[in-house]
């Protein structure tokens, strides 16, 4: 189950909410730019698919719904991006330009995924939904930690749909809990992985901007 059902059987139980997402300021710490490995999910042909889980999310003030534009799943969040880094969550525009160079020798060849999404899931802040390839994405995550020198990231991958921006601390009300599981084993679609994006996200713009594309990596070449 990769940790899915620990996921939702530890928050049914808690039911503790907390502010997610990169709006976050306690996250942010006065940074602008933050870099990402990505692999973009094109949420047109998924849309009937979401819509009923988007609906049954939309009435809770807490929620915060990802546009279609927005839709990814992160493999790797690789930190701010600074002039001159000096904490380990920071990195320069050369360090940038390194991960790409070792990302692009490290993903020549590798396959073209599909992935199969389906079933509503929740952290404390965020809600998403679950990811599945045969352990094809975490292979193609651990292909790029090994070249890029980069820590693995714990937990499963998952397309987040939702932040959940609560008080810490605060609990899920049932009604909240209750939506969830009742979309717990529901089918949203499948899609392609062509391409690995490194992104830059502008943390002081809007509340979703455009993922600005710094190089495009792609697969079955």
Sequence with gaps: MNGYAEIWEKFKKERRLEFGGHTDPEWREGHSLSASFVAPAKATHLRDGLKPLRDALRPFPFVS??????????????????SEPEAEN???R???EDLKAQAEEALRGFPVLEVELANLNVFPGAVFVEARDGGMLEKLRDTLCKRCGLEKTAGPLHLTLAYLQAQDGALAPDEFVAAIERYRNWPVGTFSVDRVELTLLHLNSSPYPELETFARIPLGG
């Excluded at 719904?65 to 600074?82: A, E, K």
């Design 65 to 82: 719904l990802h546009p279609d534009y927005f839709m990814h799943l992160t493999l790797l969040p690789l930190g701010f991006l600074v």
């Design 90 to 92: 920071e990195l320069s």
């Design 94 to 96: 050369e360090r940038l």
